[in-house]
């Protein structure tokens, strides 16, 4: 079946360091590729997504692209802040428009000051 | 900014009670999900909605689980009698057939069973 895979957590980093958190998936088609973030308590949030190969998705800094040949969609930012501390989850959506995301375990960072 | 409405925001029932959970979708939005998310995990699907129809429930733990959504707009999710181990946050999401593709989530419930 479709699933999908993280790198484990926790990961920690200093303020201003390079962030990348891996994400490979299994897939019979092609699916959009979501990262939502999570903070402590809360629901998820949007992060950035890609609906098609080569497709790079943006948000505040974090940036990750539709690697259908590997089947990779890596989430990087490149000077991190304490405010990033959170959990970070790379989710497939298959089925189009009517389908649903597939979560794995999440990555949890830690920034420290 | 639309969002995904829930409530109650937290709950603490003790074993075998009832308990439901409500939620009201963007808008405009044809399509709900719930999903649980047990502490440290990521989510996984409990049921899916298409307007009133559901779509997908093969998850959902229906001996004890119920959800409905009646007019296709607002959905109740309900657990009778809740076990200890029903402790985690329901998260409900929706989406449309347009945006991007985008399934949008509320802030959550969370459930401690004791």
């Known amino acids: 079946g479709n699933s999908v895979t993280q790198m484990e957590g926790p990961v920690t980093l200093s303020e201003e360091a390079f962030l990348t958190i891996n994400c490979t998936y299994t897939a019979t088609g092609y699916p959009s590729l979501f990262w939502y973030v999570q903070y402590p308590g809360e629901g998820l949030q949007l992060l950035l997504k890609?609906?098609?190969?080569?497709d790079k998705g943006s948000n505040k800094g974090f940036e990750a692209t539709y690697r259908k040949e590997t089947t990779s969609f890596h989430l990087e930012k490149g000077s991190v802040q304490v405010s990033d501390s959170a959990v970070y989850f790379c989710a497939p959506r298959h089925g189009g428009s009517q389908g649903n995301l597939i979560f794995g375990k999440g990555t949890k960072l830690s920034v420290k000051p | 900014e639309a969002e995904v409405a829930q409530s109650p925001r937290y709950k603490i029932t003790e074993k075998s009670q009832a308990v439901a959970f409500w939620c009201d979708p963007i808008s405009g939005h044809a399509t709900l999900y719930w999903y649980r998310q047990i502490l440290g995990q990521g989510p996984e699907l409990l049921v899916q909605?298409?307007?009133?129809?559901?779509?997908?429930d093969s998850q959902l733990p229906k001996d004890r689980f119920s959800a409905e959504r009646l007019k296709g707009v607002d959905s109740t999710l309900k657990i009778q009698p809740a076990e200890l181990g029903d402790s985690a946050m329901y998260l409900c999401?929706?989406?449309?057939?347009?945006?991007?593709?985008?399934?949008?989530f509320g802030e959550g419930s969370w459930l401690t069973v004791v």
């Open positions: 999401a929706s989406s449309s057939t347009g945006d991007g593709n985008t399934i949008y």
């Open positions: 890609a609906t098609k190969a080569d």
């Open positions: 909605f298409q307007d009133e129809s559901v779509v997908d």
